[in-house]
């Protein structure tokens, strides 16, 4: 099993739509999380971190289940420039920000 | 600031042949780490520096690899000899730790291997 898993994608949505992205990680001991993006053929770069509490930044919304060990990224209001891959980030916590990346979902928007 | 700093971007080099691959952190950070992304496996670690020294390499595939950090502000990463499944985007990041909080890790651009 890997330790963080993403659906693949892609997402296909229309401007202005709402979409969501869920991710799961298997280390029940990961203290923090993280959204990262990555643009094709770019280095990732982070979107925002992961509160227990919730956390909103604009338009994106990143939840935290600590007891399912789920974390979500919604979208809300999709631009043309959200298209990316969208990396669910997982600190491992061992001494050092170890970050355990899933393999990503991809979103295109379109006109 | 310049940024993580990597070179070369692309590097096409044939089976058997040592590659080297290159990094300046980001000046002040002092904790650098080598990934490596494929579409298979996705970004994983492979090992990682703080204040110059080896923490873990416990990623680092097997003893072809190997990675130096001379100074705080360059390191490489070196694959000897080179075989065809080493292809995939290597990336460098850095990042400034502290105790008990977890700082942006801010990525290098990348480079592109492709072991023929």
């Known amino acids: 099993r890997k330790e963080v898993e993403q659906d693949p994608g892609p997402f296909n949505v229309p401007e202005g739509a709402t979409v969501a992205f869920n991710c799961t990680y298997s280390n029940s001991a990961s203290q923090s999380f993280f959204w990262y993006r990555q643009d094709c053929r770019k280095e990732p770069k982070l979107l925002m971190s992961?509160?227990?509490s919730g956390n909103e930044d604009g338009r994106f919304t990143a939840q935290l289940n600590r007891a399912s060990q789920y974390i979500s990224l919604l979208i809300r209001d999709s631009k043309l420039s959200d298209s990316a891959t969208y990396l669910c980030v997982v600190n491992e916590n061992t001494g050092f920000q170890k970050l355990v990346f899933g393999t990503g979902t991809r979103l295109l928007v379109s006109p | 600031d310049a940024g993580v700093i990597q070179s070369p971007r692309h590097e096409v080099t044939e089976m058997g042949q040592e590659v080297t691959l290159r990094c300046k952190p980001i000046s002040g950070h002092n904790s650098l780490f080598w990934y490596r992304q494929t579409m298979m496996r996705g970004l994983e670690l492979l090992i990682y520096?703080?204040?110059?020294?080896?923490?873990?390499d416990s990623g680092m595939p097997e003893d072809r690899f190997s990675a130096k950090m001379p100074n705080a502000s360059f390191s490489t990463l070196k694959i000897q000899p080179s075989e065809p499944r080493d292809s995939a985007v290597y990336f460098c990041a850095s990042s400034l730790a502290l105790a008990g909080e977890d700082l942006e890790q801010y990525f290098g651009p990348g480079t592109r291997l492709t072991v023929t």
């Open positions: 992961v509160y227990s």
């Open positions: 520096f703080n204040n110059n020294v080896p923490i873990d």
